[in-house]
């Protein structure tokens, strides 16, 4: 299976607010509720900041909130600050066979 | 402090063999699958490998299968993953994660390690 697919880049100014899909197919997006965003800094490891779709970890900001339609999961990040400038991962569960998929990743500007 | 750090990583001639580390703390180590990620430079994340618990179930990407192997000594909350007949194109970041969920339905990954960056080259 391929990688889920993601935009290369998005960019917002700061208290705007800005969402990355992630679109997959029926053997992952759609048919498991378990998709996860990472968020990596340059040169640091991937920090999760939503699990199982929507569902945020612990000392996550509210300001991440994901959500699902069919075979696209989307994440939007409402009040951009100058931190959250980073890379954006989805993830997805995939099936026994294949069982990971990641999308190849967002670049966020905060202009 | 829930803590992952790996360590392994480095220069490797095309054919060779690595063996990485990534030792745990933090948390009851035999409770949770572990899973191996990779980037490549200025590449997107790939899943490598996942292993249960108990280290009896392991599961590994179509690139990487029949050349690496992961296993896990939980007395010394240690994970492995060792990485034969190398090629160019394995050259990454090699990340180890917590999972949550099980190796077979994995959920979410948190933490991860910091990486070791493995090279393949001549």
């Known amino acids: 299976q391929s990688a889920l697919t993601q935009p290369a880049s998005v960019s917002g100014s700061p208290g705007q607010s800005i969402t990355i899909s992630c679109t997959g197919t029926?053997?992952?997006?759609?048919?498991?509720?378990?998709v996860s965003w990472y968020q990596q800094h340059p040169g640091k490891a991937p920090k999760v900041i939503i699990f199982e779709v929507n569902k945020r970890p612990s000392g996550v900001s509210n300001r991440f909130s994901g959500s699902k339609s069919g075979n696209t999961a989307s994440l939007t990040i409402s009040g951009l600050q100058a931190e959250d400038e980073a890379d954006y991962y989805c993830?997805?569960?995939?099936?026994?066979?294949?069982?990971?998929?990641f999308g190849g990743g967002t670049k966020l500007a905060v202009l | 402090e829930v803590q992952l750090l790996e360590s392994g990583g480095g220069l490797v001639q095309p054919g060779g063999s690595l063996r990485l580390s990534c030792a745990a703390s933090?948390?009851?180590?035999?409770?949770?699958?572990m899973i191996w990620v990779r980037q490549a430079p200025g590449k997107g994340l790939e899943w490598v490998s996942g292993?249960?618990?108990?280290?009896?179930?392991?599961y590994y990407a179509d690139s990487v299968k029949d050349r690496f192997i992961i296993s896990r000594d939980n007395s010394k909350n240690t994970l492995y993953l060792l990485l034969n007949s190398l090629r160019a194109e394995d050259t990454a970041v090699y990340y180890c994660?917590?999972?949550?969920?099980?190796?077979?339905?994995?959920?979410?990954?948190?933490?991860w390690g910091q990486g070791t960056l493995v090279t393949v080259s001549s």
């Open positions: 993830c997805s569960y995939a099936g026994s066979r294949t069982l990971v998929l």
């Open positions: 933090g948390f009851d180590f035999i409770t949770y699958a």
């Open positions: 029926s053997s992952d997006v759609g048919s498991y509720n378990l």
């Open positions: 994660a917590r999972v949550f969920g099980s190796v077979m339905f994995p959920n979410w990954f948190d933490p």
């Open positions: 292993i249960s618990g108990r280290g009896d179930s392991a």
